[in-house]
């Protein structure tokens, strides 16, 4: 069946921002003007595309990605035919809590709209989503929302990007007017002006750079021009040699620069309006292909030989599967993104982690929450399957014939812990079942249970993250529950190297039981987890006896050693022991190397680690010293004061424990004109004091002896 959409006119982008730059509504703009929608839905009143779930339009954010599919001929910037482009967006969350939704979607996408808000520059997601674009080298384009609005800057928001985040980011056009009384933007590539009356205008006028512009226009243009051209060679001779580019040669050049990674065009206007067509054919023109990134690289999950996988129908199958969700009407669904091949309704796939295969029963193109069916899927798309029982985010899905697998994805620790019991017998299962769907849906919420109290503890990425999951218990699987106050996720690590001996001997009558290992621990730098290393020579411990020593070091790891934290950055060694012929087993063995493990770590300077955040707090002048004393009392470092627009910013690292009850501290501080935004940072030593008072609450006092 031949392509209706050849791949080089295809674009996977993602909108990524801060929370309220004005994602959504920049992606409501691209949809009205591709025509998917006659109208531009508004975040406020919950009538957006891709804020479909109750939660979002409730609170006015995003909190789950949404992909839908739109289609746009260039009108203006025309690099070549201007043919018709196939645009797959992925409208992502801006709250640091849903992160993982960033995470995962620039893991498969092509190309990003970087969105600021103009009122406020770059804040303090705008630099998270942008490490995690550098993180996946993702080429973006910045568009600079809200500058119609009061207190909207363009010039300045521009001025953050370059020193809170890259000095190659440059405008290809700039504003006509200022706040409301904007009215176009100069084309900085053929020196035109595009003009509207009102910013829902369906069309601009086309014409003349004012003259009281002109000067500005040329400079930014000369400015431009020399960046773009260190990307090719040719060009860079042709420009010092005193040549005039011609219009597809500048617009190749900014194409082969957005492309390297080293150039980010800026745009600006209003994200509702007709500006978001310039902003279209940015995307279409200079944000990769498919063809354009190339190669997706793997291995072979028998030899681990590197594999490769071209961008083409006619290779072998190869997909990620990039996002679990549970549909009301359908199930589950697995969101993939197709790398090579094409993959039929009716056949099979193989899931290269569990080694299972996958039927394809029916396969969708989603529209936030509706869905296209359609027959296959080709190289460079993104589409759903859904149905699969065994897929899970991360997962490679390919060729039975052909396997391979890719490189999964990573996401952050929890840094939140809360208690959770169902109200009644009738919801014990129903909670289950709700918890394991959730889970899977989102890698950074854990279900765990406490041996000791028996409690059911979940865990995420703070505390609305955890409030938007109970919530979505209740509404879409009817269950109601109690849940606890938000715990910090401490965590235990060690200072230094220790070792110790360990015999697990029992005889009670028959065979006994007998396991003798020497652990050695040490530290490992943070966030580096957990090593173990096989040391023994000489067959003084069997081989079938070394997994049980590392699986009986892992268990104990899990419960901690001085408070019951899970015990990570650390290399355990098995080095030496003994084993006998008749009465050693694997039980012996991970019995003695879980005893081990609590005795070197004893020896070893355990201390307890907390979570750190990086805190943004804007507020008057006048509250400046009241925010300052506060953050103080909460074991804050100041880290830099700074001025933003009438407005003072600070920045500082708290430990999360202190920051619980923070929004009304700050709110009833400042007579609700403060505002602030928090994300983890990293994990840090406990002081003394807190760290006894933290094992004296969790175990009482006599945890510490014979520490």
């Not at 992502?92 to 969105?115: I, N, Y």
């Not at 630099?127 to 080298?137: F, G, L, N, S």
């Not at 006048?622 to 933003?644: E, F, H, P, W």
């Amino acid at each position: 069946m031949p392509r209706e959409y050849p791949i080089e006119v295809t674009r996977n982008i993602g909108i990524i921002a801060h929370i309220d730059a004005g994602k959504t509504t920049v992606t409501e703009g691209i949809l009205y003007n591709t025509g998917i929608k006659h109208k531009i839905g508004a975040v406020h009143e919950g009538e957006t595309t891709t804020d479909w779930m109750e939660q979002e339009r409730e609170r006015g954010i995003t909190i789950t990605s949404a992909a839908v599919t739109c289609f746009w001929t260039p009108q203006f910037i025309k690099l070549g035919e201007g043919n018709k482009f196939k645009i797959n967006i992925i409208d992502t969350p801006g709250h640091v809590d849903f992160t993982a939704e960033v995470e995962r979607s620039l893991r498969v996408l092509d190309g990003a709209v970087v969105v600021f808000d103009g009122k406020m520059g770059v804040e303090p997601q705008s630099e998270t989503v942008w490490r995690q674009a550098d993180k996946y080298h993702v080429p973006r384009i910045c568009f600079i929302n809200k500058i119609n609005q009061t207190g909207g800057d363009f010039f300045k928001s521009l001025d953050s990007i370059h020193k809170r985040l890259s000095p190659n980011a440059f405008p290809i056009q700039i504003p006509i007017g200022f706040e409301k009384d904007i009215c176009g933007v100069v084309d900085l590539i053929n020196l035109k002006a595009y003009t509207y009356k009102e910013y829902t205008d369906k069309e601009f006028t086309i014409g003349d750079v004012p003259a009281n512009m002109m000067e500005k226009a040329k400079e930014y243009r000369h400015q431009l021009l020399e960046k773009v051209v260190e990307s090719d060679d040719a060009l860079m001779e042709k420009y010092l040699s005193g040549g005039e580019l011609t219009e597809q040669e500048f617009l190749s050049a900014i194409r082969k620069a957005t492309q390297s990674g080293k150039f980010y065009p800026v745009l600006g206007g209003d994200g509702r309006g007709i500006i978001v067509q310039t902003l279209l054919d940015a995307v279409t023109n200079f944000l990769p292909s498919p063809l354009d990134v190339g190669s997706v690289k793997g291995h072979d999950p028998k030899t681990e030989a590197e594999l490769e996988r071209k961008p083409s129908d006619n290779e072998p199958f190869t997909a990620l599967a990039f996002k679990i969700a549970t549909d009301p009407f359908v199930g589950r669904l697995a969101f993939f993104r197709v790398y090579s091949g094409r993959l039929e309704a009716g056949s099979y796939v193989l899931n290269s982690r569990s080694g299972n295969k996958e039927r394809v029963g029916r396969i969708v193109r989603m529209h936030a929450n509706d869905r296209e069916e359609i027959k296959e899927v080709l190289a460079g798309d993104i589409a759903a399957l859904i149905g699969p029982k065994d897929t899970f985010t991360g997962d490679t899905l390919c060729d039975i014939d052909h396997p391979i697998v890719l490189e999964s994805i990573k996401f952050a620790e929890p840094v939140i812990n809360m208690a959770i019991e169902p109200k009644t017998k009738a919801d014990q299962e129903k909670m289950g079942i709700a918890l394991q769907k959730l889970a899977e849906e989102d890698p950074t919420f854990r279900v765990t249970t406490d041996e000791e109290t028996q409690q059911t503890i979940i865990a995420g990425m703070g505390e609305l993250h955890l409030e938007i999951l109970v919530d979505r218990m209740k509404r879409e699987f009817k269950v109601e529950a109690n849940v606890g106050k938000p715990e910090v996720a401490f965590k235990e690590t060690i200072k230094k190297i220790a070792e110790a001996e360990s015999k697990y001997i029992r005889q009670t009558g028959g065979r006994g039981q007998y396991g003798h290992c020497y652990i050695r621990v040490e530290p490992l730098e943070r966030g580096k987890g957990y090593e173990f290393v096989d040391e023994i020579v000489g067959g003084v411990i069997p081989r079938e006896y070394i997994k049980p020593i590392d699986k009986g070091i892992q268990e104990s790891a899990a419960n901690g050693v001085i408070a019951g934290y899970p015990l990570v950055d650390f290399r355990a060694a098995v080095f030496d022991g003994s084993y006998h012929e008749v009465d050693s087993s694997e039980m012996a063995f991970k019995i003695a190397a879980s005893k081990g493990l609590q005795d070197a770590v004893k020896k070893a300077s355990p201390i307890i680690l907390e979570p750190i955040m990086k805190v943004e707090v804007t507020t008057p002048e006048a509250n400046m010293g009241d925010v300052i004393g506060d953050l103080n009392s909460k074991r804050a470092q100041i880290l830099n004061m700074a001025d933003r627009l009438h407005l003072r910013v600070i920045d500082a690292h708290v430990p999360l424990a202190e920051m619980f009850g923070y929004a009304t501290a700050l709110r009833s501080m400042t007579q609700g004109q403060a505002s602030y935004t928090m994300e983890f940072d990293h994990y840090a030593e406990v002081p003394n004091n807190i760290a006894q008072k933290i094992i004296e609450s969790r175990a009482g006092v006599n945890v510490r002896k014979g520490m």
